[in-house]
């Protein structure tokens, strides 16, 4: 078993930044992904940000400039950052932390998820 436990979730200004981190309880045998997913009040999950095991990145339209996803530490057991800058208020919502990877060379590619951090852009 692996936990996602994201932090960094705070209430900030239009125009202001945060970052937020996912940390990972254990390592896995192998990543596919790495990502960001958010859900505003009413409304679904979307996609935020996503970076391959490999290094290519991509992102939603609307944060693209803004937003950049990155990791640290062992590739096997990374933490997964996000850097926010220039927030809007329609950047308000709970973002998770997802991984697509193998947990152990006997499991088969599973997504895990964290519980999520809450961003809140208001003046």
């Known amino acids: 078993q692996v936990y996602l436990v994201e932090s960094g979730g705070n209430l900030v200004q239009p125009g202001e930044s945060l970052t937020l981190s996912c940390e990972v309880s254990r390592g896995f045998h192998s990543i596919a992904t790495m990502a960001w997913y958010r859900q505003a009040p009413g409304k679904q999950r979307e996609f935020v940000a996503i970076?391959?095991?490999?290094?290519?990145?991509?992102?939603t339209e609307s944060v693209k400039g803004r937003f950049t996803i990155s990791i640290s530490g062992d590739p096997f057991q990374p933490t997964v950052v996000l850097q926010m800058n220039s927030l809007k208020s329609e950047d308000t919502a709970v973002y998770y932390c997802?991984?697509?990877?193998?947990?152990?060379?006997?499991?088969?590619?599973?997504?895990?998820w964290g519980k999520g951090t809450l961003v809140a852009v208001s003046s």
């Open positions: 997802n991984i697509a990877g193998w947990l152990t060379d006997r499991t088969g590619r599973r997504n895990y």
């Open positions: 970076r391959d095991a490999n290094g290519p990145t991509n992102y």
